[in-house]
Protein backbone atom coordinates (compact mmCIF):
# COMPACT_ATOMS: atom_id res chain seq x y z
CA UNK A 1 0.00 0.00 0.00
CA UNK A 2 1.12 3.63 -0.65
CA UNK A 3 -0.63 5.71 1.36
CA UNK A 4 -1.04 9.48 0.03
CA UNK A 5 0.08 8.67 -3.57
CA UNK A 6 3.09 10.78 -5.12
CA UNK A 7 3.43 13.13 -7.65
CA UNK A 8 5.14 11.13 -10.53
CA UNK A 9 6.58 13.77 -12.68
CA UNK A 10 6.09 15.19 -15.64
CA UNK A 11 7.35 15.29 -19.01
CA UNK A 12 7.30 14.47 -22.48
CA UNK A 13 8.22 10.62 -22.08
CA UNK A 14 4.69 10.92 -20.07
CA UNK A 15 2.74 8.30 -22.39
CA UNK A 16 5.13 5.71 -22.72
CA UNK A 17 5.36 5.92 -18.72
CA UNK A 18 1.68 6.34 -17.99
CA UNK A 19 -0.07 4.71 -20.82
CA UNK A 20 -3.41 4.46 -18.75
CA UNK A 21 -5.84 7.30 -17.91
CA UNK A 22 -4.03 9.47 -15.24
CA UNK A 23 -5.12 11.74 -12.96
CA UNK A 24 -2.45 14.08 -11.13
CA UNK A 25 -2.17 16.11 -8.49
CA UNK A 26 -6.12 16.76 -8.69
CA UNK A 27 -8.12 18.87 -6.47
CA UNK A 28 -11.80 20.12 -7.68
CA UNK A 29 -14.47 22.33 -5.29
CA UNK A 30 -18.07 23.12 -6.03
CA UNK A 31 -18.21 27.14 -5.55
CA UNK A 32 -16.58 27.04 -2.58
CA UNK A 33 -16.24 23.81 -0.94
CA UNK A 34 -13.65 21.71 -1.90
CA UNK A 35 -14.23 18.38 -2.60
CA UNK A 36 -11.15 16.78 -3.76
CA UNK A 37 -7.57 17.39 -2.51
CA UNK A 38 -4.35 16.47 -4.54
CA UNK A 39 -5.72 13.18 -5.63
CA UNK A 40 -2.83 10.90 -7.93
CA UNK A 41 -3.66 7.55 -9.53
CA UNK A 42 -3.50 5.92 -12.96
CA UNK A 43 -6.44 3.16 -14.41
CA UNK A 44 -3.71 0.69 -15.69
CA UNK A 45 -4.48 -0.97 -18.92
CA UNK A 46 -5.97 -3.94 -18.35
CA UNK A 47 -6.66 -3.75 -15.18
CA UNK A 48 -10.15 -3.60 -12.63
CA UNK A 49 -8.78 -0.57 -10.37
CA UNK A 50 -12.30 -0.47 -7.35
CA UNK A 51 -12.68 3.06 -5.73
CA UNK A 52 -14.13 2.83 -2.12
CA UNK A 53 -14.76 5.39 0.67
CA UNK A 54 -17.73 6.24 2.73
CA UNK A 55 -20.83 8.97 1.22
CA UNK A 56 -20.19 11.98 0.12
CA UNK A 57 -16.14 11.79 -0.33
CA UNK A 58 -15.85 12.85 -3.57
CA UNK A 59 -16.15 9.38 -5.55
CA UNK A 60 -18.27 10.11 -8.17
CA UNK A 61 -16.67 13.60 -8.96
CA UNK A 62 -13.66 12.17 -9.25
CA UNK A 63 -15.08 9.92 -12.04
CA UNK A 64 -16.57 12.98 -13.93
CA UNK A 65 -13.09 14.67 -13.85
CA UNK A 66 -11.32 11.60 -15.18
CA UNK A 67 -14.01 11.23 -17.70
CA UNK A 68 -13.56 14.67 -18.73
CA UNK A 69 -16.97 15.78 -17.65
CA UNK A 70 -15.75 18.22 -15.13
CA UNK A 71 -12.43 20.18 -14.92
CA UNK A 72 -9.80 20.27 -12.33
CA UNK A 73 -9.80 23.32 -10.30
CA UNK A 74 -5.98 22.06 -10.34
CA UNK A 75 -3.82 19.43 -11.40
CA UNK A 76 -4.71 17.03 -14.54
CA UNK A 77 -6.22 14.30 -16.08
CA UNK A 78 -3.85 12.29 -19.43
CA UNK A 79 -4.68 9.97 -21.08
CA UNK A 80 -1.43 8.27 -22.99
CA UNK A 81 0.23 11.13 -21.88
CA UNK A 82 -2.31 13.46 -23.62
CA UNK A 83 -3.85 15.76 -21.46
CA UNK A 84 -8.18 15.33 -21.34
CA UNK A 85 -9.13 18.88 -22.46
CA UNK A 86 -6.64 18.87 -25.39
CA UNK A 87 -8.60 16.09 -26.85
CA UNK A 88 -12.02 16.14 -28.88
CA UNK A 89 -15.49 15.37 -26.71
CA UNK A 90 -15.35 12.62 -29.92
CA UNK A 91 -11.98 11.12 -29.22
CA UNK A 92 -12.61 11.09 -25.50
CA UNK A 93 -15.84 9.24 -25.64
CA UNK A 94 -14.40 6.54 -28.35
CA UNK A 95 -11.66 6.10 -25.47
CA UNK A 96 -13.64 6.63 -22.08
CA UNK A 97 -17.13 5.89 -21.47
CA UNK A 98 -18.27 6.84 -18.25
CA UNK A 99 -21.90 5.07 -16.66
CA UNK A 100 -23.23 8.14 -14.13
CA UNK A 101 -24.42 6.89 -10.70
CA UNK A 102 -28.03 7.97 -11.28
CA UNK A 103 -28.10 9.03 -14.64
CA UNK A 104 -31.27 9.94 -16.43
CA UNK A 105 -32.24 8.03 -19.17
CA UNK A 106 -34.16 8.32 -22.74
CA UNK A 107 -38.35 7.34 -21.79
CA UNK A 108 -39.16 6.83 -24.90
CA UNK A 109 -36.48 4.64 -27.07
CA UNK A 110 -35.98 1.15 -27.02
CA UNK A 111 -33.43 -1.04 -25.24
CA UNK A 112 -31.62 -1.32 -28.97
CA UNK A 113 -31.74 2.41 -29.32
CA UNK A 114 -30.64 3.43 -26.08
CA UNK A 115 -27.80 1.10 -26.33
CA UNK A 116 -26.67 2.50 -29.87
CA UNK A 117 -26.56 5.94 -28.28
CA UNK A 118 -23.12 5.03 -27.02
CA UNK A 119 -21.84 5.16 -30.37
CA UNK A 120 -22.23 8.00 -31.01
CA UNK A 121 -18.86 9.41 -30.40
CA UNK A 122 -17.90 6.68 -33.37
CA UNK A 123 -20.50 8.02 -35.76
CA UNK A 124 -19.56 10.49 -38.81
CA UNK A 125 -21.35 14.00 -38.72
CA UNK A 126 -24.67 12.64 -40.38
CA UNK A 127 -24.38 10.50 -37.21
CA UNK A 128 -25.80 7.48 -39.02
CA UNK A 129 -25.25 4.26 -37.29
CA UNK A 130 -23.44 1.81 -39.72
CA UNK A 131 -22.78 -1.87 -39.83
CA UNK A 132 -19.95 -2.07 -37.23
CA UNK A 133 -22.33 0.06 -34.95
CA UNK A 134 -24.87 -2.37 -35.45
CA UNK A 135 -22.67 -5.25 -34.43
CA UNK A 136 -21.07 -3.36 -31.12
CA UNK A 137 -24.32 -2.54 -29.83
CA UNK A 138 -25.15 -6.19 -30.68
CA UNK A 139 -22.33 -7.38 -28.76
CA UNK A 140 -23.01 -5.14 -25.64
CA UNK A 141 -26.51 -6.15 -25.08
CA UNK A 142 -24.97 -9.84 -25.76
CA UNK A 143 -22.14 -8.89 -22.82
CA UNK A 144 -25.18 -7.80 -20.60
CA UNK A 145 -27.45 -10.34 -21.82
CA UNK A 146 -30.21 -7.82 -22.48
CA UNK A 147 -30.84 -9.07 -25.88
CA UNK A 148 -34.11 -10.49 -25.17
CA UNK A 149 -35.17 -6.82 -23.58
CA UNK A 150 -33.93 -5.10 -27.19
CA UNK A 151 -37.41 -3.76 -28.29
CA UNK A 152 -38.49 -2.41 -25.19
CA UNK A 153 -38.87 0.69 -23.73
CA UNK A 154 -36.94 1.20 -20.40
CA UNK A 155 -39.41 2.30 -17.93
CA UNK A 156 -41.10 -0.87 -18.51
CA UNK A 157 -37.91 -3.03 -17.06
CA UNK A 158 -36.91 -3.32 -13.82
CA UNK A 159 -33.98 -2.00 -11.63
CA UNK A 160 -31.44 -4.50 -12.45
CA UNK A 161 -32.82 -5.16 -16.19
CA UNK A 162 -32.28 -0.91 -16.73
CA UNK A 163 -28.86 -1.03 -15.19
CA UNK A 164 -27.79 -3.85 -17.39
CA UNK A 165 -28.81 -1.56 -20.54
CA UNK A 166 -27.10 1.49 -19.04
CA UNK A 167 -23.80 -0.77 -18.97
CA UNK A 168 -24.91 -2.41 -22.65
CA UNK A 169 -24.44 1.67 -23.63
CA UNK A 170 -21.32 2.28 -21.95
CA UNK A 171 -19.85 -0.85 -23.55
CA UNK A 172 -21.21 0.01 -26.94
CA UNK A 173 -18.46 2.73 -27.02
CA UNK A 174 -15.92 -0.09 -27.40
CA UNK A 175 -13.65 2.13 -25.12
CA UNK A 176 -9.92 1.67 -23.89
CA UNK A 177 -11.25 2.93 -19.99
CA UNK A 178 -14.52 2.53 -18.72
CA UNK A 179 -15.79 4.54 -15.26
CA UNK A 180 -18.51 2.99 -13.43
CA UNK A 181 -20.35 4.48 -10.52
CA UNK A 182 -21.48 1.46 -8.59
CA UNK A 183 -22.68 -0.28 -11.72
CA UNK A 184 -23.88 -3.43 -9.05
CA UNK A 185 -26.65 -0.88 -8.04
CA UNK A 186 -29.82 -2.94 -8.28
CA UNK A 187 -28.05 -6.36 -9.37
CA UNK A 188 -28.92 -9.69 -7.88
CA UNK A 189 -26.17 -11.97 -6.99
CA UNK A 190 -26.27 -13.73 -9.87
CA UNK A 191 -25.96 -10.53 -11.93
CA UNK A 192 -22.97 -9.70 -10.21
CA UNK A 193 -21.48 -12.31 -10.50
CA UNK A 194 -22.08 -12.51 -14.07
CA UNK A 195 -20.42 -8.61 -14.11
CA UNK A 196 -17.30 -9.85 -12.34
CA UNK A 197 -17.09 -12.31 -15.14
CA UNK A 198 -17.65 -9.88 -17.62
CA UNK A 199 -14.68 -7.35 -16.40
CA UNK A 200 -12.47 -9.97 -16.71
CA UNK A 201 -12.80 -11.06 -20.06
CA UNK A 202 -12.96 -7.39 -21.08
CA UNK A 203 -9.58 -6.80 -18.81
CA UNK A 204 -8.03 -9.87 -21.18
CA UNK A 205 -8.82 -7.47 -24.21
CA UNK A 206 -6.70 -5.00 -22.72
CA UNK A 207 -9.59 -2.44 -21.01
CA UNK A 208 -9.10 -0.42 -18.24
CA UNK A 209 -12.43 0.07 -15.55
CA UNK A 210 -12.86 1.83 -12.77
CA UNK A 211 -16.04 0.95 -10.72
CA UNK A 212 -17.29 2.95 -7.36
CA UNK A 213 -18.14 0.68 -5.27
CA UNK A 214 -19.55 0.62 -1.57
CA UNK A 215 -19.13 -3.36 -0.67
CA UNK A 216 -16.14 -4.38 0.30
CA UNK A 217 -16.36 -8.13 -0.95
CA UNK A 218 -16.40 -7.41 -4.10
CA UNK A 219 -14.16 -4.68 -4.51
CA UNK A 220 -11.79 -7.24 -3.24
CA UNK A 221 -12.00 -9.05 -6.21
CA UNK A 222 -10.71 -6.05 -8.37
CA UNK A 223 -7.01 -5.77 -8.67
CA UNK A 224 -6.01 -2.76 -6.69
CA UNK A 225 -8.37 -1.19 -4.45
CA UNK A 226 -8.27 3.02 -4.03
CA UNK A 227 -9.67 4.04 -0.70
CA UNK A 228 -10.84 7.82 -0.24
CA UNK A 229 -12.04 9.99 2.82
CA UNK A 230 -12.52 13.50 3.05
CA UNK A 231 -11.13 14.03 -0.80
CA UNK A 232 -8.12 12.48 -0.40
CA UNK A 233 -6.49 9.60 -1.64
CA UNK A 234 -5.84 7.13 1.69
CA UNK A 235 -4.64 3.78 0.60
CA UNK A 236 -4.03 2.36 -2.99
CA UNK A 237 -2.95 -1.08 -3.50
CA UNK A 238 -3.56 -5.22 -4.03
CA UNK A 239 -7.38 -5.78 -1.91
CA UNK A 240 -5.23 -7.52 0.95
CA UNK A 241 -3.14 -4.56 1.36
CA UNK A 242 -6.29 -1.48 1.35
CA UNK A 243 -8.76 -3.95 2.99
CA UNK A 244 -6.95 -3.77 6.58
CA UNK A 245 -9.83 -3.55 9.96
CA UNK A 246 -7.70 -0.66 11.43
CA UNK A 247 -8.37 1.68 8.24
CA UNK A 248 -11.85 0.36 7.81
CA UNK A 249 -13.03 0.82 11.43
CA UNK A 250 -11.24 3.78 11.58
CA UNK A 251 -13.58 4.88 8.73
CA UNK A 252 -17.31 2.96 9.59
CA UNK A 253 -16.87 2.02 13.11
CA UNK A 254 -15.58 -0.56 15.12
CA UNK A 255 -18.75 -2.84 14.27
CA UNK A 256 -16.59 -3.86 10.88
CA UNK A 257 -14.18 -6.91 11.13
CA UNK A 258 -11.76 -8.36 8.69
CA UNK A 259 -11.11 -12.21 8.15
CA UNK A 260 -8.26 -13.62 5.93
CA UNK A 261 -9.74 -16.66 4.32
CA UNK A 262 -7.80 -18.36 1.80
CA UNK A 263 -5.21 -15.05 1.27
CA UNK A 264 -8.71 -13.10 0.62
CA UNK A 265 -9.94 -10.38 2.91
CA UNK A 266 -13.49 -11.26 4.29
CA UNK A 267 -15.14 -8.14 5.57
CA UNK A 268 -18.13 -8.41 7.79
CA UNK A 269 -20.11 -6.34 9.83
CA UNK A 270 -20.36 -7.23 13.49
CA UNK A 271 -19.23 -10.32 15.41
N1 LIG B 1 -23.30 19.45 -8.45
C1 LIG B 1 -22.91 19.64 -7.18
N2 LIG B 1 -22.96 20.87 -6.62
C2 LIG B 1 -22.56 21.10 -5.35
N3 LIG B 1 -22.06 20.13 -4.55
C3 LIG B 1 -21.99 18.87 -5.05
C4 LIG B 1 -22.40 18.57 -6.38
N4 LIG B 1 -22.22 17.24 -6.60
C5 LIG B 1 -21.71 16.75 -5.46
N5 LIG B 1 -21.57 17.72 -4.53
C6 LIG B 1 -21.01 17.55 -3.18
O1 LIG B 1 -19.66 17.14 -3.32
C7 LIG B 1 -19.33 16.17 -2.34
C8 LIG B 1 -18.83 14.90 -3.04
O2 LIG B 1 -19.89 14.35 -3.80
P1 LIG B 1 -19.68 13.00 -4.63
O3 LIG B 1 -20.98 12.72 -5.32
O4 LIG B 1 -18.47 13.12 -5.47
O5 LIG B 1 -19.43 11.96 -3.45
P2 LIG B 1 -19.39 10.36 -3.47
O6 LIG B 1 -18.18 9.95 -2.73
O7 LIG B 1 -19.54 9.85 -4.85
O8 LIG B 1 -20.71 10.02 -2.60
P3 LIG B 1 -21.71 8.75 -2.58
O9 LIG B 1 -20.95 7.57 -2.07
O10 LIG B 1 -22.77 9.20 -1.63
O11 LIG B 1 -22.24 8.57 -3.98
C9 LIG B 1 -20.58 15.95 -1.51
O12 LIG B 1 -20.46 16.74 -0.34
C10 LIG B 1 -21.70 16.47 -2.38
O13 LIG B 1 -22.75 17.00 -1.59
Given at each position: MTGEAQLPSPGPADGALHPGLWARGLSFSYRNQA???EVSLELRPGEWLALLGPNGVGKSTLLRLMAGLLRPTAGEVRLGGERLERLSSWTRGQQIAFLPQNGGYPEDLTVEEVVLLGRTPHLGLLGRAGKADAEAADWAMTQTQVTEF????????SGGERQRVLLARALAARPRFLLLDEPTNHLDLHHQAEFICLLAGLRAQGMGILTVLHDPNLARLADRVAFMQEGRLMALGTPLEVLQEPLLQSVYGDWVRVHEVDGQPVVLLGG
Open positions: VLRRHRLLPTL
